[in-house]
């Protein structure tokens, strides 16, 4: 059976994958599950990113390829870009889109910096519709959501971070019937506040 780093590198390297690394400030947004696997989340991370500053790292698979790679498999000695992003941030978010039936319109904060998910939290509950749910105890989190391993890149920099789920409505053009900002799709007005808020939280975030 192949060792984790060959199948890290294996999977970077095929040709449906794009590995994104764009370098500007200590805070950093990561989407390595973005393009056709959990559809938005990289457009969302990069997004917030260039309009606070904030350094990006993503990894976008082009349809119809589709497969999920653990968070924790993703190791920065197994990929350059990885390793000077994390080299360059101090707290990040990574974005993650999840679906579950009883979780429909939950968005649910883990990660190992609880002070950031309360931040991000009273933003999102101002910013966004009153459907959805915006979970920050991790009690409430099912717990393969919880982003709580150590070797979860949203735990790698000093400050940790925060690892954001959405669900699906959040993420997806009802007017268009597909995926905001996918395949062409005009993008949702739930994603535009979605992205209005986190930037709002990543400006006003104090590390102190």
């Known amino acids: 059976m192949a060792n984790v780093s060959e199948v890290l590198r294996s999977f970077l390297a095929r040709p449906e994958i794009t590995e994104v690394c764009e370098l500007r400030g200590s805070f950093g947004l990561m989407a390595f599950h973005g393009g056709n696997l959990e559809r938005t989340t990289d457009v969302i991370a990069a997004e917030v990113a260039e309009q606070t500053g904030s350094s990006y790292y993503g990894v976008i698979q082009a349809a119809p390829f589709r497969q999920h790679i653990p968070s924790i498999r993703f190791d920065p000695m197994h990929s350059e870009s990885l390793a000077a992003f994390l080299d360059r941030v101090d707290t990040v978010i990574a974005v993650h889109g ?98 209005a808020a986190l930037c709002a939280a990543v400006s006003t975030w104090s590390a102190d």
């Open 98 to 195: 999840y679906g579950r039936d009883d979780r429909f319109w939950d968005i649910l904060l883990g990660g190992r910096n609880r002070e950031l998910a309360h931040h991000l939290g009273t933003h999102l509950a101002a910013g966004l519709d009153e459907r959805y749910g915006v979970v920050v105890d991790l009690e409430e989190i099912p717990d393969g959501l919880r982003g709580q391993h150590p070797r979860n890149p949203v735990n790698l920099p000093v400050n940790c971070g925060v690892q954001i789920e959405l669900p699906p409505p959040i993420r997806w053009n009802r007017d268009a019937a597909n995926w905001s900002d996918h395949e062409g799709t005009p993008r949702a007005l739930d994603v535009s506040s979605l992205i």
